[in-house]
């Protein structure tokens, strides 16, 4: 059977129940480990408080391409797109690991570009690079492992509740705004630029993370696959249902501008807008969202019926049916 | 210019640069950090102790062929690789990290088997995987980011001094020997075997790490690029010299038996053995040796001559050239 057959999220299922067993159980790290696979980033325990564990890798060809994307921007991404895992968890991030493949052609000045890039960020968020590998490779391919330390609690996507709100920070479909306007190879207009900066250079919500962890928020994920799959992660784990009302959910304004009734597609299963999604009674949304550095938005609401499930609502009440439910790798698509 | 120009340990260089610099010196990471970029693996102190971080990549093509490797011997290696690492640095391996980049032809059983492999090895040093990354790529990808907990004291590339001997544990040349059989697609006599399950399933010197640690060595590192490679690293990180008395050098008999003469170079310059080589007073070393789950053999001595140089000596006295100086990734090669 090949991976087209079963798609990503069953293959990992697969191999998560191997890892799982693998551990003997009186093993320490097994009796320390707090989160495993499944959820934002790992996380265990010391003596001296948690450690979150995560990796994300961008690859020529899937993830980007080098008619798109500079090093510079590369470097960047790659660091955030890790530590918008630490930030779903609440956590800050404090070292990074690199691996980069490269192919032999590649200049020497686009590699410390790429370094230069990552550095930029690592250096905001006060993260050491402790180490790496460098190797040849027939395409480029970057994989960051990102470790950091917990908050007082977690952030965790089972901790969903019925009765809590559905939230997210900043606006959603710029990414895959960009994305289209960059693919297009389009010069950007002064109000497309925006939308191709939050592809090209999305910003990981730490301050947003710590922020929902001070004020009591248990349930999280951060958008890399699009709402319609992320928020469907939290309620398979969480074991309830959710109900989202579509024309609640916060978009670019010059997203409309340029895409019109597309938008709403692009917001709901475009992805990479590397947003916090979170659930938590309304009262705890609204200090959240009166303290937070940028907008946070209430979209809909967890329920007990139909559990595992995502339902969303057009503005007449009626169900939204939407065709692209997110980014899988090894999907077939149509 | 191009890597192939500068080569990967130049390129290495001058990206560890970028990385010191990119992280203020008064963030807590930074003056957590024991070890940054330039050893096996990267070490922090916490309030309970030190945690060890590596990471290891196998690229297709680069690193393996499938022709060569079947999944589940990969997965244990790429596990192996990481943990040698770990051993290098006297620790105790804890946790993985696992990212996948796989064409999409590829089968959901071959993946499967390559967690099986990794899961068989994480088991016997109780070795929890907890997370990582599947990705569709246009070859296969592996990356492993392993991290671990040290023991009382690190073993460091740079604490060579003159007055030590140099050791290796078990023998050399066996991986690359057994390589040269997989490659000429030879069904392996019987005494080829044994080479190529040291090829294919290497296994990291974990127990000898930790003994080498409570006896009191303080310099080790791993063999992956090959003895004179990786010897030379540890006299430009001491700011000593090293002779090696090749004769000395242990061979696996079948090495020689097949391989004839050429065997030395093989044990000299082919890595991928993934034993330890260390440095010692002699005296550390005999009681290592009579401990030791597996030959420990002295092959030559440090200098404070030639800092950063590595002399190898023949039989007769003379000066040993060796053609390949060992592996680096964007050599020219000729």
């Known amino acids: 059977m090949k991976l087209t057959d ?5 293959m990992i299922d697969q191999l998560a129940k191997i890892a799982r067993e693998s551990c003997p159980p009186s093993a320490v790290s097994r009796q320390n480990l707090t989160i495993g696979i499944g959820d934002d980033a790992a996380a265990w ?3 001296s408080g948690r450690t979150l564990a995560t990796t994300d890798c961008l690859i020529e060809g899937i993830h980007f391409t080098k008619a798109i994307t500079d090093w510079h921007d590369l470097g960047w991404k790659a660091l955030a797109v890790n530590f918008s895992d630490i930030a779903a968890m609440g956590g800050h991030p404090r070292y990074a690991l690199v691996t980069l493949g490269l192919p032999e052609e590649t200049s020497t000045e686009d590699v410390l570009q790429f ?3 990552m550095a930029e960020l690592a250096n905001r968020y006060e993260t050491a690079i402790i180490g790496g590998d460098v190797s040849a490779a027939p395409a480029v391919f970057i994989n960051l492992a990102v470790t950091g330390r917990a908050g007082k609690h977690l952030l965790t996507r089972n ?6 709100v559905v939230a997210v920070t900043g606006s959603l479909g710029g990414a895959a705004g960009g994305l289209r306007i960059l693919q297009a ?6 109000i497309g630029k925006a939308l191709c900066e939050a592809f090209l250079r999305p910003c990981p919500r730490l301050e947003e993370g710590t922020l929902l962890v001070a004020e009591g928020v248990r349930c999280a994920i951060d958008l890399s696959d699009g709402l319609a799959t992320d928020l469907k992660r939290i309620c398979q784990q969480s074991s309830v249902g959710a109900v989202v009302e579509v ?3 916060p978009l670019p304004p010059m997203l409309t501008a340029l895409f019109g009734t597309e938008a709403l597609a692009l917001a709901l299963g475009g992805g990479e807008d590397y947003e916090l999604l979170f659930t938590a009674p309304i009262k705890t949304v609204e200090q959240v969202a009166a303290k937070a550095p940028c907008p946070v938005t209430i979209i809909g609401r967890v329920t007990t019926e ?3 499930k995502l339902n969303l609502i057009s503005p ?3 169900d939204f049916t939407l065709d692209n439910q997110g980014w899988q790798h090894f999907a077939h698509r149509t």
């Open 45 to 47: 325990q010391n003596e």
């Open 316 to 318: 007449d009440g009626q």
């Open 159 to 164: 901790m969903a509740r019925p009765g809590d």
């Open 247 to 249: 024309a609640m959910v």
């Open 115 to 117: 370094y230069t890039g």
């Open 6 to 10: 079963v798609g990503e999220f069953d």
């Open 185 to 190: 190879h389009r010069k950007p207009s002064e």
């Open 306 to 308: 139909n559990p595992g």
